[in-house]
Nanobody
Framework: QVQLGESGGGLVQAGGSLRLSCTASGRTFSSYCMGWFRQAPGKEREFVAAINWTGGTTYYRDSVKGRFTVSRDNAKNTVYLQMNSLKPEDTAVYYC???????????????WGQGTQVTVSS
């Protein structure tokens, strides 16, 4: 059982930055691939970024490449999403996710956090 808790969301102006954190319970954090998803009002949840067990491989949706960076600290059971050059279209609830499988963490992860709101004003 893995429990995930996100933090770091908030209101920011376009062009600004935020860093989201997701801390996981349990002693097997390093066994899990971690992902970030987001859901804007009236839209389906979409994949944003993912990172493998060691942090050596990362994945991003095209619209955030070059602006967002996913990283992890296995000693702190935490995964991060650094978001720079934010745009109003990045406004959404951001969810942390975990799965043992790198493919599934990008599509249908088993564990989900409860989400944190990110609002980007124009």
């Amino acid at each position: 059982q893995v429990q995930l808790g996100e933090s770091g969301g908030g209101l920011v102006q376009a062009g600004g930055s935020l860093r989201l954190s997701c801390t996981a319970s349990g002693r097997t954090f390093s066994s899990y691939c971690m992902g970030w998803f987001r859901q804007a009002p009236g839209k389906e949840r979409e994949f944003v970024a993912a990172i493998n067990w060691t942090g050596g491989t990362t994945y991003y949706r095209d619209s955030v490449k070059g602006r967002f960076t996913v990283s992890r600290d296995n000693a702190k059971n935490t995964v991060y999403l650094q978001m720079n050059s934010l745009k109003p279209e990045d406004t959404a609830v951001y969810y942390c996710a975990a799965d043992l499988n790198i493919v599934k963490v990008k599509t249908t992860p088993y564990y989900w956090g409860q989400g944190t709101q990110v609002t980007v004003s124009s």
